[in-house]
């Protein structure tokens, strides 16, 4: 099975991220085989837009990782855990952070509301030394020295092979070290070469780091407002002209296919409205669909159909309905027929009759 890394944004820092030069949506994993599993990580602003860009129905998502409480590491996490959870309506997916994002640590954090950690199946607060299990992967939490102290990188132990992500820190040996045996290194370069910024990694630095992790491909992301005026593609290739290593700039939406090769590529976009397969229907009518198209495959019903509307309300109105409304529309329908605490989705799986409420 080919591991394969979508690149949701590519920058970093607060002026790229607040201008949204480049997005900053951190990254989809897909790993493992039957089934395949889906991480997010760190996923900043522009994560949900890059998202419906390239149709990837955040139902998929299992777990989400955040590194630390950097808005742009976090600040979509709360609508990712909700389409993790379908809205609310299913208790699935588990939340890892570091102290920061799920305790806050002095004046940073929390990154998200007792409401939002309530929604998923597990949460967990890590430090440097643990080893995580995210969906049958294992993942090494690794140091790292950045303006939030709890924050840390990670070694993914992939199938095929180690993809090391590290995240915001500054260039020590020590740190990485670490990283000895990754066959990817996504290394979060902020500057370019000759600007060197406390807390952060510059070209300079990166060259360093990856003479030590001497990795078979090495991924500059996270790029600062005046990394991308230099030019992010000239400054991979200082690095790899110094270091003999494969390297190269991260873009937007790139993909990273990990087999026996390592193959990158651009995601295939697309433009218009779109309704994933479990997102509402016109209240009332909900069952009665489902009867209807009951027997019909697995994302088939009503996939070039959007949301219906009621009279007053817009299809996008509809299809941004609060789990508290879907709740009162629900029981409306709901009682008609079946009854009981749960009620099945379109794809058979059992949903809450309710998410917790706000
Ligand atoms: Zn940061």
Redesign the pocket.
């Known amino acids: 099975m080919t591991v394969r890394i979508t690149f949701l944004g590519t920058g970093?820092g607060r002026h790229t991220t607040m201008y949204q030069t480049r997005c900053t949506g951190g990254m989809l994993i897909e790993h493992g085989t039957n089934p395949v599993h889906h991480l997010h990580i760190d996923p900043g602003p522009g994560a949900l837009v890059q998202m419906n860009h390239i149709r990837y129905d955040l139902g998929k998502t299992e777990s989400v990782i955040i590194s630390?409480a950097?808005p742009?590491?976090y600040s979509d996490a709360p609508s990712v855990i909700e389409g993790m959870t379908r809205g609310g309506w299913k208790k699935r997916g588990h939340v890892y952070g570091s102290p920061s994002v799920i305790n806050g640590d002095g004046d940073l954090g929390p990154c998200l509301s007792p409401y939002h950690l309530s929604l998923v199946e597990g949460v967990q607060a890590f430090r440097p030394g643990d080893v995580l299990d995210v969906d049958g992967m294992q993942v090494d939490i690794c140091k790292a020295q950045?303006?939030?102290p709890t924050?840390v990188g990670f070694r993914f132990h992939t199938e095929q092979g180690i993809v090391s992500y590290v995240?915001?820190t500054e260039y020590t040996e020590e740190i990485a070290k670490q990283y000895i045996g990754s066959r990817v290194l996504i290394l979060p370069v902020t500057t370019p070469h000759a600007n060197q910024i406390k807390?952060?990694l510059c070209t300079d630095t990166a060259i360093e780091f990856c003479k030590i992790v001497q990795p078979e491909l090495c991924v500059f992301i996270h790029l600062g407002i005046v990394m991308i005026r230099q030019g992010p593609a000239a400054q991979a290739q200082m690095c790899q002209q110094t270091t003999g290593i494969r390297t190269v700039a991260g873009e937007d939406l790139m993909v990273l296919d990990i087999g026996e090769r390592l193959q990158l590529s651009r995601a295939r976009t697309h433009t218009g409205e779109w309704y994933p397969r479990w997102s509402p229907q016109m209240p009332g009518k909900t069952n009665g669909s489902q009867r209807r198209n009951g027997n019909r495959p697995r994302g088939e019903r009503n996939r070039h159909q959007p949301p219906r509307a009621p009279m007053g309300e817009t299809a996008a109105d509809a299809a941004s309905t609060s789990p508290d409304q879907l709740h009162r529309r629900g029981r409306r329908s709901h009682h008609r027929g079946r009854g009981g605490r749960e009620q099945k989705s379109n794809d058979g799986e059992a949903l809450l009759t309710a998410p917790p409420a706000r």
């Open positions: 970093g630390h950097h742009d590491h950045h303006s939030d924050n995240s915001d807390f952060h």
